[in-house]
């Protein structure tokens, strides 16, 4: 079962920009289909964009559209999530996890299973 493991949030002013980043363990990448996730305190966890197993079909939610880039490196079995203008309601828990990709191609993203990793942390100051 591959694991995947978050990292690169952070504290950035308004209008700033991160690269999240995400590992994989335990297997292969080049099957699944990956998403970002996020979650303020007290809110469901959300998702945020998703990519195919072989990144040719991306998704982005209202929220984060045009402010993301997501990208995977199978080779590398990496997965990365470039935020730009990055605001304050931005600051939540980041999480990364595999995905369903007929939903993601039909604008959805929706985890497989309910396995999360401590997700990585990103604070917007105003």
């Known amino acids: 079962q591959v694991q995947l493991v978050e990292s690169g949030g952070g504290s950035v002013q308004s209008g700033g920009s991160l690269r999240l980043s995400c590992a994989a363990s335990?297997?292969?990448?080049?099957?699944?289909?990956i998403g970002w996730f996020r979650q303020a305190p007290g809110k469901e966890r959300e998702g945020i964009s998703c990519?195919?197993?072989?990144?040719?079909?991306?998704h982005y939610s209202d929220a984060v559209k045009g402010r993301s880039t997501i990208s995977r490196d199978n080779d590398k079995k990496m997965l990365y999530m470039e935020r730009i203008n990055l605001k304050p309601e931005d600051a939540d828990v980041y999480y990364c996890a595999t995905v369903w990709l007929r939903l993601c191609h039909s604008k959805v993203v929706r985890n497989i299973d309910e396995h999360w990793g401590q997700g990585t942390q990103v604070t917007v100051s105003s």
């Open positions: 335990g297997g292969t990448l080049d099957y699944h289909a």
């Open positions: 990519i195919s197993n072989s990144g040719g079909s991306t």
